[in-house]
């Protein structure tokens, strides 16, 4: 296969990973018996849309969003499904980050970077879950 169709594959896997993750954890809630009912409706989430023509990136209800990959996921698919783009009415938005560095600050697909942090941004190479890793990781070397 080729180098190209494997990372597209593996990013792919990545993203189901993502959102069965995401499912399960807000499916089930940290407390045991909880549902996709229990996230806030105000909670955001970052989506982007793929369509080269269009790019466009924005916030949606994070309850929403789940809800939408719940009813629609293809367990053979090798990602997520993609949302109606609400700028050019496409199905090609997927979920986001935004890069938590302020002078950077770009949305990207979850997952950019292959093999790594899915908050890992493709730019400044930044990604919040490794600083909060690696905080905890000092706080028990020094306490």
Not at 13 to 42: E, M, N, Q, Y
Not at 44 to 55: A, E, R
Not at 70 to 76: L, S
Not at 119 to 140: G, L
Request: aromatic fraction near 6%.
């Amino acid at each position: 296969m080729e180098e190209s169709k494997k990372k597209a594959v593996m990013i792919g896997i990545i993203v189901v990973c993502l959102g069965v993750a995401g499912v399960i954890i807000f499916g089930t809630g940290s407390g045991g018996g909880g549902s996709l009912d229990d996230i806030p409706d105000d909670e955001m989430t970052w989506v982007k849309c793929l369509n080269k023509s269009c790019n466009a990136e924005y916030e949606m209800s994070r309850k929403e969003y789940f809800k939408f990959v719940t009813a629609n996921a293809n367990p053979m698919a090798p990602s997520a499904p993609a949302l109606t783009c609400e700028k050019c009415d496409e199905p090609s938005v997927y979920v986001a980050e935004k890069c938590q560095n302020a002078a950077c600050g770009i949305v990207f697909r979850s997952g950019a970077v292959p093999n790594d942090f899915p908050d890992r941004c493709p730019t400044c190479k930044q990604s919040a879950t490794e600083e909060i890793r690696n905080a905890r990781k000092r706080e028990m070397a020094g306490g």
